[in-house]
């Protein structure tokens, strides 16, 4: 265990370096800043400060900035101006990927979390492990490629993925992509895809994290994200922090059917009694489709639906007690589900959560990653740690 005292200089001048950095992250520091300004924003001396700027310049990390900031009186820009630095977002890259059933997404963005570019690539649901693997690295490769950076900017990369995911990365189970339960999924992308830290999560995980950084979930502190489909999932906050559950298994709502229930999603949503394939999609939206035109088979299907999703949603719902639940998934035909859930909600549940629909909408998955990637990064830039 590190011990902080005054005569470790080193680690006095890392914890320095940390605060200096903070500040010059956040934003606040979005405006280039005085040694002054950091002095005051981190009650370190001005010398202290002068000598962590330094540091900090020759690491990358920070810039000084040129000219008198705009608005600035011109008769307070006699003499030399006062040095300024700013926070080198484009010192380095986060990545964030979402490897699905249909499609593979990936955002690219600067150390701030400005987004500098985005892929996206169908796939067929039957496509071997291996291929989706080689489809991910070249969408990832094809990004790096049209955002004008190098893989050697790249800091981390964040990978939502359906399943059961453990903490290594390794899938322990997946039902929705061929060949994908057991897969070291971590291992097999560090190794042959990026060169950097790689973090995989469960989808609806991710889509949580990212509805909390900026979708409808800003500003909340327990909430539940659950992608609506066929085998539904959902991710919850506690107290602003992911709930991933003792084995990463939490919020698998899609297994409740096995609990004594006689009918399948596929089989509720079905207007012919033939079930639905399980990844589907698109006979899931043309079913919503029918209903909102009116069609009476398909109405009684999104009736069916919309019960069974109910008592799945209202389990989490009396665990957890959270402030909000999110509703996301599919493009199109999920505004449908809000007023028939908000009012079962009420009925079955002692305290009914305001219930939103996903801001972020299929983007939600791959800019979770992406939060999550930037969190890696920001550990480790902001450590005090030697090692």
């Avoid at 310049?57 to 705009?70: C, H, I, K, M, T």
């Avoid at 042959?192 to 900026?214: H, K, L, M, Y």
């Amino acid at each position: 265990m590190t011990r902080l005292s005054g005569r470790d200089p080193s680690l006095l001048r890392r914890i320095n370096s940390t605060a200096v950095l903070r500040v010059l992250r956040t934003e606040f520091g979005r405006s280039p800043l005085t040694l002054t300004d950091l002095a005051n924003a981190t009650e370190l001396s001005r010398p202290t400060v002068e000598g962590v700027i330094e540091g900090l310049v020759g690491a990358g990390l920070a810039a000084e900035a040129e000219g008198s900031p705009a608005g600035t009186p011109r008769a307070a820009r006699r003499g030399r101006p006062a040095r300024r630095f700013r926070f080198r977002a484009e010192a380095g890259h986060a990545i964030g990927v979402e490897i699905g059933a249909h499609r593979i997404a990936a955002v690219l963005s600067d150390l701030t979390g400005e987004i500098a570019g985005t892929v996206t690539r169908e796939v067929d649901e039957d496509t071997p492990a291996v291929e989706r693997l080689v489809q991910a690295h070249s969408t990832v490769s094809e990004l790096i490629d049209v955002s004008g950076t190098g893989c050697g900017s790249l800091r981390a990369v964040g990978v939502g993925t359906p399943g059961i995911v453990e903490a290594d990365g390794t899938v322990r189970l997946s039902t929705a992509l061929p060949g994908w339960t057991g897969l070291p999924l971590g291992e097999k992308l560090r190794e042959t895809a990026f060169g950097c830290p790689v973090i995989v999560e469960n989808d609806a995980n991710s889509a949580v994290v990212a509805e909390r950084w900026q979708g409808a979930a800003e500003g909340a502190e327990d909430v539940v994200m659950v992608l609506v489909g066929l085998s539904p999932g959902a991710g919850s906050l506690i107290g602003g922090r992911l709930h991933r559950g003792f084995g990463g298994a939490a919020g698998e709502i899609g297994a409740l059917h096995l609990l004594g229930r006689e009918s399948t999603p596929e089989r509720l949503l079905s207007t012919t009694g033939e079930p639905l394939h399980p990844l589907d999609e698109a006979a899931v939206a043309r079913v919503f489709a029918l209903a909102r035109a009116g069609d009476e088979q398909a109405e009684r299907a999104m009736e069916r639906f919309v019960q069974r999703l109910v008592h799945d949603v209202a389990a989490l719902v009396l665990a957890l007690d959270p402030e909000l639940v999110v509703i996301g998934g599919w493009a199109s035909g999920l505004d449908d589900v809000l007023g028939p859930l908000r009012d079962e909600l009420e009925r079955y549940c002692l305290r009914p959560p305001r219930v939103a629909l996903s801001e972020l909408g299929e983007a939600a998955v791959a800019t979770g990653a992406l939060r999550l990637a930037l969190d890696k990064v920001e550990s480790e830039l902001f450590s005090v740690n030697s090692d």
